[in-house]
């Protein structure tokens, strides 16, 4: 396309081949934790064991986004979208026919290099594709809804497949979609990259990052059952901090950093970012123990589970097209504050469920979360989008998929460990102030099971109101964001 702020005709194509590629890769994530069950049966391994496929997932994933944003924005994002999604596809076959724990680990493994080349150039394609301020942050908007999309849909979908077709199925199902999509991407998306002469790969500082980014998940993931003060994880605190300070050695001197650290003397980005790190781990540190809730406490099956997601997902693609509507009628740091509130109120909200709640008092809180974030999600997106050269999107968009990731990841783990800590406080505190007036075994039996139900239901409410007030610290803070609004409303001016 030449240079100016022509429209592609064919845009709304373009979104809808990214989204496919962007839902399919966080489809895989959701609908194999479903097949776990049967894949320890099948492979006769331990659940401790089987914990390996999520972690190897979570590790390759985490070093690999960074580097496919910088290879988008120099040798192209199409070449390099196209790459993963061919990667994906062979990962998806391998795994479907692999034949014990190691090698679908090492299938897995491909897997997740691959799905890790969707976020950063999806981001920067979109952004070439959409030239105009308001339609770009509407597309955003709606691409940032698949993700939520796929983790409502994952559940409905890996269940049926599951218990019809085998485990396999959920891998094998990946290859004819895949296909299609990678045909789509063919035809419909243009190739875009920085202009400018790459002066050589930053090999060296990949590998330090991957180092850093691989010690700090592996703690994160493992630290529970560790011990956060154990010799394991003092060893990956260490690395994570000598590789750290290496990697910004590395990048301050390279001509061509993978991580251009120039980011983050702008405050709008690290803002952005800092606001995006505290929803995240907020969100999904706390709705990850949505399902446990509902099938410890309220007998539910993991079908059932599922189906309380369903208005997260209906709530996201409702408001993500309100939200980039208001691109150019309200100020950005306005809209993300707004939606920032509402999704903690919707967290908040949680904390007043118990045993006696039904389905409906999961999914009202459910739709008010996923509803706020979802109108402020094309804000945050475009607010990148808008900051940063146009042919650095790739790295900067990079940088925010690496930031939600490893706020997961911290989230998880944050409230694994509190979950946990404050149900053994609320054990001695409840028993201290409790009273047993008749002493037989049956009654004593039923009074320790009560203390423990009431204990845990307790730190439940803990986890959701924390939750509840880091998101409302990130909201405030947004009200600081900075983007001016031509940078918002201009056309990109971009080279094909």
Known sequence: MPEGTTQNPYRWMILLTVIMGTFLGRLDQTIVNLALPKIIND???TVSAAGWIATAYILANAVFVPIWGKLGDTIGRKRVYLTGFAMFIVGSALAGLSWNLGSMIVFRVIQAIAGSADYPTAMAIIAFTFREGKERAQALGIWSSSFAAAAVFGPLVGGPLIDSFGWRSVFLINIPVGVIGMILAIIYIEESKNEKKPKGFDWWGASVLGIALSSLVFVLDQGTDWGWLSLNSILCYITVVV???????????????????????????????????????????????????????????????????MPMAFAMMF???????????????????????VAAFGLYLFSFIDVRSTAIDIMIPMFVMAFGLGFGMAQRTNAIAAIVPQEEIGVASSI??????????????????????????NVLKIAQNSLLNVHTKAATQQFITLIELKAQIDAYAVIFITAASLLAVGAFAALFLRVPEKKLDEPIMVEA
């Not at 750290?244 to 709008?268: A, C, G, M, S």
């Open 243 to 309: 590789a750290t300070t290496i990697f910004v050695y590395i990048e301050q001197r390279h001509p061509e950093p993978i991580v251009d650290l120039k980011f983050f003397k702008n405050w709008t980005f690290i803002n952005t970012l800092g606001n995006n790190f505290l929803v995240f781990m907020g969100l999904m540190g706390s709705i990850f123990l949505i399902p446990v809730f509902a099938q410890t406490f309220l007998a539910y099956d993991a079908t059932e589970s599922g189906y309380l997601f």
């Open 319 to 341: 408001a993500a097209p309100i939200g980039g509507a208001l691109t150019g009628r309200v100020q950005p740091r306005y809209v993300i504050f707004a939606s920032t509130i």
């Open 400 to 425: 925010l998929a690496l930031g939600r990731n490893i706020a997961g990841a911290f989230g998880i783990a944050l409230f694994g460990t509190l979950l946990q800590s404050t149900t053994n406080n």
């Open 43 to 45: 492979f006769s391994i």
